[in-house]
C-alpha cells in the first residue's frame, strides 16, 4: 500500500532514515555486525539519492565504530572520504569535526605531534568568532579533551588535567550528557595518577548517573575499572570486585581494546594489592 502512494524516492528516502536510526543505535550498543549491515545500507541510499549530508553522517557513524573497537587503519579511509564530501559541500562545522577525529586517528596511531596540530586546527576553525564559539562549545571541547589525553600518555597529569577540566567547563548546560562522562572520567583518571583519590572519586561519581541518560556504554568500563581501585584503597574489597567485574563485562560487550586493557590493568592492581596485604 505504501508503494501506491509514495514515489520510488520517498520511499527510498524513508529507508534511508530508517536504516541510518537503526544502525546507529545499534552500533553505539555494541551490536556492531547488523549495525554495520544497516549503516551501508544507509549510505548506499544516501548515495542513490545524493543525499551528502546524510552520507556524511553515515561515515561518521563508520569512524565512531573504529573508534570504539579501537581500529585506526580503516577509520583513516573514512576520514578521508568523510573530509572530501564536507569540503566538497564546505561544510564548515563537518570540516572542524573532521579534523578533530583526524587528530584522534594519530593519536590511536602514536603521533602525538601531528594529532595535536589537527586539534588546534579543529579548535581555530571552531572559534573563528565568539558566536562560532558559542555555538560550537562542545566540539572546543572534545579538542581539549583529546589533547588532554595526549598530556595524560605523556605523564603530564598536571596539564592532562587543565585539559580535561577546559572540556568540563565548555560543555556545562549544553546538555552534551555523553561527552560530559567522557570528561569526568579522564578528569578522574588525571586525579588518581596524581594520587588525589578523593577528587577522582568524586569525578567519576559525576559520571555514573550520566549513564541511564544516553544510548551508550562507550567508556563505562573505564570507569567501573577506576571505582574498582578506588574501593580497594578504601579497604572495600566486595565493592572493587564487584566494580571489577562489571568493568570486565562491560569491556567484553563494547570489544574495545583500550577499556579491556584499563579493566586488566585494574585487575592486576588489585591482584598486587591484595598479595601486599595478604
Excluded at 151 to 156: G, L, M
Excluded at 182 to 197: E, H, M, Q, S, T
Aim: proline letters at 1%; glycine letters at 6%.
Amino acid at each position: 500500500a505504501l508503494r501506491k502512494t509514495t514515489s520510488d524516492e520517498d520511499l527510498t528516502r524513508l529507508e534511508m532514515q530508517f536504516y541510518y536510526m537503526k544502525g546507529r543505535y545499534l552500533i553505539r550498543d555494541g551490536a556492531y555486525a547488523e549495525g554495520l549491515k544497516d549503516m551501508r545500507e544507509a549510505v548506499g541510499k544516501a548515495k542513490t539519492l545524493n543525499d551528502k549530508d546524510y552520507e556524511l553522517e553515515g561515515y561518521k557513524q563508520f569512524i565512531f565504530y573504529n573508534i570504539q573497537t579501537n581500529q585506526a587503519e580503516e577509520m583513516l579511509s573514512y576520514i578521508e572520504g568523510a573530509l572530501h564530501l564536507a569540503v566538497q559541500c564546505n561544510y564548515h562545522k563537518e570540516i572542524g569535526i573532521l579534523l578533530r577525529l583526524k587528530g584522534l586517528y594519530n593519536i590511536m596511531t602514536g603521533h602525538h605531534a601531528m594529532a595535536e596540530q589537527l586539534l588546534n586546527e579543529s579548535i581555530q576553525t571552531f572559534t573563528v568568532t565568539p558566536e562560532v564559539a558559542r555555538r560550537y562549545a562542545i566540539n572546543i571541547a572534545a579538542a581539549h579533551n583529546y589533547i588532554g589525553e595526549i598530556r595524560f600518555h605523556e605523564a603530564r597529569y598536571e596539564e592532562a588535567f587543565q585539559e580535561f577540566e577546559e572540556a568540563i567547563t565548555l560543555s556545562r548546560d549544553k546538555n552534551a550528557l555523553s561527552a560530559m562522562s567522557v570528561f569526568y572520567i579522564n578528569k578522574g583518571k588525571a586525579l588518581f595518577a596524581l594520587d588525589r583519590y578523593e577528587e577522582a572519586k568524586a569525578e567519576f561519581a559525576r559520571a555514573y548517573p550520566l549513564y541511564g541518560k544516553f544510548d551508550s556504554f562507550w567508556k563505562r568500563p573505564v570507569l567501573d575499572a577506576y571505582m574498582s581501585l578506588i574501593a580497594r584503597k578504601e579497604g572495600d574489597t566486595d565493592k572493587a570486585v564487584t566494580s571489577l567485574q562489571q568493568a570486565l563485562e562491560f569491556s567484553q560487550k563494547m570489544n574495545d581494546p583500550r577499556a579491556q586493557g584499563t579493566a586488566y590493568y585494574a585487575a592486576y592492581r588489585l591482584l598486587k594489592e591484595t598479595e601486599k596485604t595478604s
